[in-house]
C-alpha cells in the first residue's frame, strides 16, 4: 500500500511543474474522451464473508470500467466513470456434518459511479502520463441460490450504498487518437488496470 502512494506523489510531483507553465501550443486538440479497462485486485473485491462453520470459494472477474472525459484544454479534465465487479460465491457447512453440504450460492456484484478530474502531467503526442482521481457512490446486490436455510442462515449485510473511490497515476501509449494504457493505483477500478482509450472532436484552439 505504501509503495502505492509513493508512486502517486511521485506523478503529482511531476504533474505540478507541467500544469503550472503557460501552454505554448496552439495546435487542435481532442476535447473527449472515452475509455474501457480491465482492473485487478479492486476494493470492492472485500467481499461479505461469514465467519462461522463455513468453507467458501470464491470466483472473482475483476472490475470491468468505463469512463467519458471532456477536456478543457490538453492537460485538465473532468468526467464520470462506472465501474461493475461481478463475484460468485458458494457457501459449504463446516460443522459437525462431515459431507460439507452446499449451504449457498451468492451472486454479488458492486455498481460505481463516480466523478473524476485527470491531469495529463506529460502530453506527447505519443506518450501520455497522467493522474486520476474519482469519488462518487457504490450500490451493491446480493442474491442467494441454493439456499438451505435448514443447514444455516445466511444474514445478508443490510448496506447497500456505500463510498466509491479511486486514485490512481497511468501512462498512455499510442496517439493522439487512439493508445492502450495502464494504470497503477487504489479503489474500484482495480490496484492494476489495463484499456484502451479513444479521442475525439478536434475542433479546439
Not at 502512494?5 to 507541467?18: D, E, H, K, N, V
Not at 464473508?49 to 470459494?57: C, E, M, N, S
Not at 502520463?129 to 436455510?149: H, M, S, T
Not at 486514485?167 to 493505483?185: W, Y
Request: charged residues 20%.
Amino acid at each position: 500500500m505504501n509503495k502505492k502512494f509513493i508512486i502517486l506523489s511521485l506523478a503529482l510531483a511531476l504533474c505540478l511543474p507541467t500544469l503550472a507553465q503557460k501552454e505554448e501550443q496552439t495546435h487542435d486538440f481532442r476535447r473527449h474522451e472515452i475509455s474501457l479497462g480491465y482492473g485487478f485486485l479492486p476494493v470492492s473485491s472485500e467481499s461479505f464473508l461469514p465467519k462461522v462453520y463455513f468453507r467458501y470459494w470464491i470466483d472473482k472477474v475483476g472490475a470491468i470500467s468505463g469512463a467519458y472525459t471532456y477536456f478543457f484544454n490538453p492537460h485538465v479534465g473532468v468526467g464520470g466513470t462506472y465501474s461493475f465487479d461481478p463475484r460468485e460465491i458458494d457457501y459449504r457447512y463446516n460443522g459437525p456434518l462431515t459431507n460439507n453440504p452446499m449451504v449457498a450460492n451468492l451472486y454479488e456484484s458492486c455498481h460505481s459511479i463516480m466523478g473524476h478530474v485527470k491531469f495529463n502531467c506529460i502530453n506527447k503526442k505519443h506518450f501520455v502520463l497522467y493522474i486520476k482521481a474519482n469519488a462518487g457512490v457504490c450500490f451493491w446486490d446480493y442474491r442467494l441460490k441454493e439456499y438451505q436455510p435448514e443447514l444455516f442462515g445466511v444474514n445478508l449485510p443490510d448496506q447497500h450504498c456505500c463510498f466509491a473511490w479511486q486514485t490512481a497515476a497511468g501512462i498512455e501509449v499510442g496517439n493522439d487518437r487512439i493508445a492502450g494504457f495502464a494504470q497503477c493505483g487504489v479503489g474500484m477500478e482495480g490496484n492494476f488496470s489495463l484499456g484502451i482509450r479513444y479521442k475525439f472532436n478536434n475542433k479546439a484552439q
